[in-house]
DNA sequence: ATGAAAGCGCTAACAC
DNA sequence: GTGTTAGCGCTTTCAT
């Protein structure tokens, strides 16, 4: 049970060489060492099994190798994505990822930059789309300044109430592009499911709906990015006189909800009833029929990031933010409006 | 950009008092203190800001108040839930939670271990069915010997290929479950998708099929994990003259795939069809009809596999392995066989 | 009850 | 090229 590990000085010493020289071939820097000490150590490590302490090493250099990830829940789809970008790069680069969920409370989600910032994490990723409470704002703004200031590199993939670089989409965009598309089907009575107005992506993505609404009807009622929730919301639409003939709803949680609720009414979709969606996450495509969704890059948001992390790690300018293409997946679930438009 | 944090030498001098005094109250032991010195220390701590270094207090304590959780994906649902479970407890502890997507990849799974190691956890969990590869075990096992010998508690949330602790249900008894409930309902000829014969949980959740068996027509075939893999199997199975009256698929993804195979071709579920899936995760539940499953507590299997390793950790004797309790859920997705049976 | 000092394991000047 | 040594920031005997 005891702790038993060799050491770089117990490899020093069975190499018979100084502290010094050991670090020097083990760190695996570019610093000048024989051919024959070199080898020396190589053969001492080995045969006792070393392997540096990352610890120790972090405390050395104020370099932890590891980054802290703050989603919402990594049991959404969306976010679970998101990390595996993220993930993906940084295994390779040798770092370690840490996943906070800090289910959007913002306490949570101080107590853990907290946490991180003693941990001397190398760079911290907002993964969610940012919450939007006032009272709040400052604390995360204090945090964040904190975490910088030790050197950690701060980025969001979506739009925050911090100024850190971003490396997103144009959520307000994808959103104009989708009711386009719904106007373009023929749709003029359109149902949006917003998603919580605390955070900024439900904001952003609403603002583009309202920007492209022209002269269509659009019907808003504002929901809570889950499908039961979406459930709910669609149900309500579904009930009102003024049934639309497409529900868009502002992430893919709500959406399935929504197709759902169709199903529950006999509605068939998209014969009678479009649905469409925001995130193009898997769940959403195994539906049926296969939802339309805005298509959010997030794997490729979070590998991005983690890239323009290590790139400002690795002495770079300063890292700025970047709008990444999106697009929308047209799939069974939309169709033109039925009847007499 | 410099590092520019007060340490504990700082709050020591600034309350006049020695580095010693300053640490017992701030690390917050039952160490006596009078109650003066101790304010005194407390208001340089809040005057100064400071919060300790993680990293520094790891290396001096050999406890990182780190926990590294193995998994395949955590894109999957079926991981992203168990990690929850972990990363709940764990965080309410004072740890922290390092992912480490594996995907199935032995040598990758070695490899963050080794790092692991590195980083001095407290404790390693294996989240994901345990992989069947002969060449890969006796190095599995010596990292997970290195592992415990350093202190860390090792665990796993199904059967793995080496001899740790196990929390998790037993997978074997819910396929029994569900093909009896499957005949019940007067099922004779079953289509059974099953997974990667390397993975334990596969292996054991075919075995209670052909447990369970009976007298009844169990058409197997194997496949992925996947719900592109259960798509492909299903069509396998639909277009197979001995067509099966239901399809039980080993776990949630694939049975989404059987249900949109389906779909596909005009088969309705339950009318013509039954389709049950292994897990209970969400999507599975957000499909229509909603999928029957066999209800897997993945949250709980996280949670109390944190627990054993926080009660080992805190001291107490050893983890024992926990075999939790399962059910079936019966949604939409099954009903009797169509016809004159 | 408090303080002095020796580590924890590694890196990075700075000498030789 | 290689070795000496002083930290990194904290905990923890051992004195007092």
Same mark, same amino acid.
């Given at each position: 049970?005891?702790?038993?590990?060799?050491?770089?000085?117990?490899?020093?010493?069975?190499?018979?060489?100084?502290?010094?020289?050991?670090?020097?071939?083990?760190?695996?820097?570019?610093?000048?060492?024989?051919?024959?000490?070199?080898?020396?150590?190589?053969?001492?490590?080995?045969?006792?099994?070393?392997?540096?302490?990352?610890?120790?090493?972090?405390?050395?250099?104020?370099?932890?190798?590891?980054?802290?990830?703050?989603?919402?829940?990594?049991?959404?789809?969306?976010?679970?994505?998101?990390?595996?970008?993220?993930?993906?790069?940084?295994?390779?680069?040798?770092?370690?990822?840490?996943?906070?969920?800090?289910?959007?409370?913002?306490?949570?989600?101080?107590?853990?930059?907290?946490?991180?910032?003693?941990?001397?994490?190398?760079?911290?990723?907002?993964?969610?789309?940012?919450?939007?409470?006032?009272?709040?704002?400052?604390?995360?703004?204090?945090?964040?300044?904190?975490?910088?200031?030790?050197?950690?590199?701060?980025?969001?993939?979506?739009?925050?109430?911090?100024?850190?670089?971003?490396?997103?989409?144009?959520?307000? #965009?994808?959103? &104009?592009?989708?009711?386009?598309?719904?106007? !373009?089907? $023929?749709? %003029?009575? +359109?149902?949006?499911?917003? =998603?919580?107005?605390?955070?900024?992506?439900?904001?952003?993505?609403?603002?583009?709906?309202?920007?492209?609404?022209?002269?269509?009807?659009?019907?808003?009622?504002?929901?809570?990015?889950?499908?039961?929730?979406?459930?709910?919301?669609?149900?309500?639409?579904?009930?009102?006189?003024?049934?639309?003939?497409?529900?868009?709803?502002?992430?893919?949680?709500?959406?399935?909800?929504?197709?759902?609720?169709?199903?529950?009414?006999?509605?068939?979709?998209?014969?009678?009833?479009?649905?469409?969606?925001?995130?193009?996450?898997?769940?959403?495509?195994?539906?049926?029929?296969?939802? #339309?969704?805005? &298509?959010?890059?997030?794997?490729?948001?979070? !590998?991005? $990031?983690? %890239?323009? +992390?290590?790139?400002?790690? =690795?002495?770079?300018?300063?890292?700025?933010?970047?709008?990444?293409?999106?697009?929308?997946?047209?799939?069974?679930?939309?169709?033109?409006?039925?009847?007499?438009?």
């Amino acid at each position: 049970l005891g702790d038993s590990r060799a050491n770089l000085a117990d490899v020093a010493k069975l190499a018979g060489v100084s502290l010094a020289t050991a670090s020097r071939v083990v760190s695996g820097t570019t610093y000048p060492v024989t051919k024959t000490t070199r080898e020396r150590v190589l053969s001492a490590v080995r045969e006792l099994r070393y392997t540096p302490s990352a610890l120790a090493r972090a405390l050395a250099t104020s370099r932890s190798h590891i980054i802290g990830v703050i989603v919402g829940d990594v049991g959404d789809p969306y976010f679970a994505e998101l990390v595996r970008g993220v993930e993906d790069v940084a295994r390779r680069a040798g770092y370690l990822v840490i996943v906070c969920n800090a289910d959007r409370d913002p306490a949570t989600e101080i107590a853990y930059l907290g946490t991180l910032l003693d941990y001397r994490v190398d760079g911290v990723v907002f993964a969610g789309g940012g919450l939007i409470a006032p009272d709040f704002q400052q604390s995360l703004a204090e945090s964040v300044a904190r975490l910088e200031q030790s050197g950690a590199v701060v980025l969001a993939l979506a739009p925050v109430a911090v100024d850190v670089p971003i490396v997103s989409i144009d959520n307000r #965009s994808g959103s &104009v592009d989708m009711i386009r598309h719904l106007q !373009a089907l $023929g749709h %003029r009575r +359109i149902g949006v499911i917003g =998603g919580p107005r605390t955070l900024t992506t439900a904001r952003d993505r609403l603002e583009g709906v309202r920007e492209a609404r022209g002269d269509s009807a659009i019907l808003i009622v504002e929901s809570d990015f889950t499908a039961r929730g979406g459930h709910e919301s669609a149900n309500e639409l579904l009930a009102s006189s003024e049934r639309p003939t497409a529900i868009f709803a502002l992430n893919d949680q709500m959406a399935i909800g929504a197709l759902t609720a169709a199903h529950e009414r006999g509605i068939s979709v998209p014969g009678s009833l479009t649905v469409v969606g925001y995130g193009d996450t898997a769940p959403a495509r195994q539906t049926w029929p296969p939802l #339309s969704s805005v &298509v959010v890059p997030r794997h490729e948001m979070g !590998a991005t $990031g983690m %890239r323009a +992390i290590l790139a400002r790690l =690795g002495g770079a300018e300063r890292v700025s933010s970047q709008v990444l293409p999106h697009r929308i997946a047209i799939r069974g679930s939309c169709g033109p409006p039925a009847g007499p438009s």
